[in-house]
């Protein structure tokens, strides 16, 4: 193997380094990446990948049991390196994703390379996502060291990085001041060509239901459906919406797992719990389950809604939120900082009060009601997202203009 101008690590990769690789590749610039064994991988990548069996954690204290997974993870990516450095790669530029220790190693092994880190997420014990919901209990003295912990290999990936990169500005201001220096705010960008507006269609068919042009969709998307993404509270609204509009259809896409927070107590999953709590008001005829829908029939219901719900707790900001108001969605949103950093009520969506449920109901029903008096708030999403979210029209003159200001290689910045 030749040398490789640019190294991304990331478990999942291409996950939020897609737009970025799909760049540099066309480019012309030389691409590795470093992950999982199960990750999906992208064409002009060079793929390194490692296999990572479980750990056995029973002899490890509590709070270091994150750390033990990190550290062993990086163990695999010193083995995927030194592959690739025996193929004669030696990476200028290197972006990694620190959430999983996959970080830890790459200093020692690239001493002379530009580092970049993804600045997604710091975790607090209060005053940001944890303890924002009280309906669920604290985590106590130990679940909050714990949550402490989870930044231990963030914070040494931050300390070895040349410059790091947040995709909003309310995610870099979670991290610790003596940080921020160093990180830069650029989004990873939409293609908001191929989420453009769609032309109406009267009818749609979406994983085998078929929806009439009479019928009023509601939509709400989270890759698993949990309190984080508020889906407590957009369960609790739709006995109000289903009695108040008879045509209503309300369309839930997302997963039965925990990406975030812990799982229901009595349940197997929050799903089963809020029909435990609500269902007996609900149409079931009117309550769709869609579970991880193809990506285009993603698009064709969310371009098709008469709104679009987006709730969560003050944490990392979702896509699929900036991807429906790219489509031209109605977004209503809870006014919680990720989202009210993008989202403007009454301009270009529509805040409610996180826990307010009624409100949440009430500018739905309107929303369903007086669908053409939100037409300019839907261009006005749409406009909001191409001139800040753009991948290429916007997004990647913030990455150059990092790169270049990092002193990385001047090889790959004259490729640029």
């Known amino acids: 193997m030749s040398e490789v101008d640019v190294l991304f690590v990331h478990n999942n990769f291409p996950a939020q380094f897609r737009n970025l690789a799909r760049m540099f590749v066309a480019k012309g610039l030389r691409v590795a990446a470093i992950a999982s064994k199960g990750a999906p991988g992208m064409p002009g990548v060079t793929m390194q990948r490692y296999t990572f069996p479980a750990p056995k954690l029973d002899h490890v204290h509590p709070f270091a049991r994150r750390f033990e997974i990190e550290s062993r993870r990086a163990e695999q990516v010193i083995y995927a390196a030194n592959l690739l450095k025996l193929d004669g790669f030696r990476p200028r530029l290197i972006y990694v994703h620190p959430g999983w220790g996959e970080a830890l190693p790459l200093r020692p092994l690239f001493p002379d390379a530009t580092i970049c880190a993804y600045a997604e997420f710091y975790y607090a014990p209060s005053g940001i996502d944890v303890g924002f919901d009280r309906e669920f209990p604290s985590f106590g003295v130990d679940g909050e060291t714990r949550v402490v912990l989870r930044n231990a290999a963030t914070l040494l990936s931050l300390a070895d990085a040349d410059f790091a990169v947040a995709p909003t500005f309310w995610q870099r201001s979670v991290f610790p001041r003596e940080f921020r220096p160093k990180i830069r705010v650029a989004h990873d960008g939409l293609d908001t060509d191929r989420l453009a507006p769609r032309e109406p269609q009267r009818e749609i068919e979406v994983a085998g239901r078929r929806f009439g042009a009479e019928d009023e969709i509601v939509t709400f998307v989270s890759r698993n459906l949990e309190p984080y993404r508020g889906f407590h509270i957009f369960m609790r609204a739709l006995p109000a919406i289903l009695k108040a509009r008879p045509r209503a259809q309300i369309c839930i896409m997302g997963g039965d797992e925990v990406s975030y927070g812990a799982p229901p107590l009595d349940h197997p999953n929050w799903r089963t719990a809020m029909l435990t709590e609500v269902g007996a008001h609900l149409d079931p005829a009117r309550v769709h389950f869609l579970g991880a829908l193809p990506y285009e029939e993603y698009q064709t219901l969310v371009a098709r809604s008469a709104a679009h719900v987006y709730l969560t707790y003050p944490f990392v900001l979702s896509w699929s ?28 969506g529509i805040l409610v009060p996180f826990f307010d449920v009624e409100a949440l109901s009430a500018r739905i029903i309107e929303a369903l009601a007086n669908p053409a008096r939100f037409q300019p708030i839907r261009r006005a999403a749409r406009a909001t997202i191409v001139e800040n979210f753009d991948f290429e029209r916007r997004c990647w003159a913030d990455h150059v203009q990092i790169i270049r200001d990092s002193g990385c290689s001047e090889r790959v910045i004259e490729r640029l």
């Open 321 to 348: 939120m900036l991807e429906a108001m790219s489509m031209g969605a109605l977004v209503i949103g809870s006014d919680t900082p990720p989202v009210a950093e993008v989202l403007q009520h009454g301009e270009n």
